[in-house]
């Protein structure tokens, strides 16, 4: 049974991530489009920046990815790495509800709710920001969620990697830092590591 739960863990983002972008690619915007997406489109091809705050890995990830799948052309390019942004962070979803709820149904079909929402399929349709910013969200929180449950320093060096680049892509993500911080203070402070022998932290503790 317990081999059938490690498969099933790893197989239903992965199905949950396929489901989506199939459903993604077809109501994906065909070419160029309007506004901001247009000026992603534009500025990812000749690795370039945007209005602030610029979206630096967005525009280097996208733009490897125009230059390097040959697809349709370079603005369907950016509107299906778009698309597969939006698949990913379905999956990360996923993967932080059944963290939290250990729950595999409750999992799916938070998931499957979040990525049939009209905003964020809206978001998934066309070259955008946000996608992305989702996927690390919620790949931090699933990561956080990791911490608590078995932390390690490996996980929590993980778990700040993972912020790093997301800083490096919407800067709104600075609006998490008290959570995140609060979150990690007070699940340091419930589970605290005995201290008589030792001084490693619960952030560094590991078995």
């Not at 490996?154 to 919407?170: I, Q």
């Not at 609060?182 to 503790?205: D, E, G």
């Amino acid at each position: 049974m317990k081999h059938i739960a490690r498969h099933a863990d790893k197989l239903i983002p992965l199905a949950l991530a396929l489901a989506s972008f199939a459903l993604y690619l077809r109501t994906l915007a065909p070419d160029v489009v309007d506004a901001d997406g247009g000026e992603l489109q534009f500025a990812a091809w000749n690795f370039g920046f945007v209005h602030p705050t610029g979206y630096p890995l967005y525009l280097i990830l996208g733009g490897l990815f125009q230059h390097l799948v040959p697809i349709g052309n370079p603005a369907y390019r950016l509107n299906l790495f778009n698309a597969l942004t939006a698949a990913l962070a379905v999956a990360a979803l996923y993967l932080a509800a059944n963290e939290l709820t250990r729950a595999r149904g409750a999992a799916i079909l938070a998931a499957i709710s979040f990525a049939l929402t009209r905003t964020f399929w809206y978001d998934a349709s066309a070259a955008e920001t946000y996608a992305l910013h989702a996927f690390f969200i919620a790949l931090l929180v699933y990561l956080a969620l990791r911490w608590q449950t078995e932390p390690s320093a490996r996980k929590f060096a993980a778990f700040c990697f993972v912020f790093g680049l997301a800083l490096t892509h919407h800067r709104s993500i600075v609006l998490w830092v008290p959570a995140f911080a609060l979150f990690f203070a007070v699940s340091s402070f419930k589970f605290q590591v005995p201290r008589p022998t030792s001084h490693v932290s619960r952030f560094t503790h590991s078995r």
